[in-house]
């Protein structure tokens, strides 16, 4: 029975530090150059029409996009390359959230807008599929703790209902 509550703790500190590591993994975005996260910041700011139950999640991944947006900028030397900034998963997922609920005139305007969420839809996708990857395994190990859990009740049952038994023999035997 230790042996079960032991590999129990060990299985629980396992997921908890994925379950961390995945919440704190900062996925990459890659953009042509650093105008089209300017561009992103500005579509967020004049074309998103936000209510109060997204408020919060608008100001929030705009400024963590811009806090990325100006670090990226002050440590990247030239776009030639492209441009990257990074975004933990729920920042990642509420961007394109956003993107999609953007609203606007024009098609010019709508031309060069699908082509950001073009762009930002194919990374994000392709972060949440990693992420799919990782959450299955946080699954498969909840599940594993639920076999190993249901094993320790199952043992304690057992030695409960021995003890019992061994009680009622007892008295038995005495009377």
Do not use: C, P
Request: glycine share 2%; net charge negative.
């Amino acid at each position: 029975m230790q042996d079960l509550k032991a590999q129990i703790q060990e299985l629980e500190k396992k997921t908890t530090d994925l379950q961390v590591e995945i919440a704190n993994h900062e996925f990459e975005l890659n953009f042509e150059d650093s105008s089209h996260v300017s561009k992103i910041l500005q579509h967020i700011d004049k074309d998103y029409q936000w209510e109060s139950k997204n408020a919060a999640l608008a100001v929030y991944v705009y400024d963590k996009l811009k806090e990325q947006y100006k670090a990226s900028k002050a440590t990247q030397i030239s776009d030639e390359d492209g441009f990257s900034i990074m975004m933990r998963s729920t920042e990642l997922t509420g961007l394109y959230n956003i993107l999609l609920n953007i609203s606007g005139t024009g098609v010019e305007k709508a031309r060069s807008f699908t082509r950001l969420l073009t762009n930002v839809g194919q990374q994000v996708t392709s972060a949440l599929d990693q992420l799919a990857e990782r959450n299955a395994e946080v699954r498969e190990l909840h599940t594993q703790l639920q076999e190993l859990e249901q094993q320790l009740q199952e043992s304690e049952f057992n030695l409960s209902t021995n003890e019992d038994s061994e009680q009622i023999e007892e008295e038995v035997t005495n009377s």
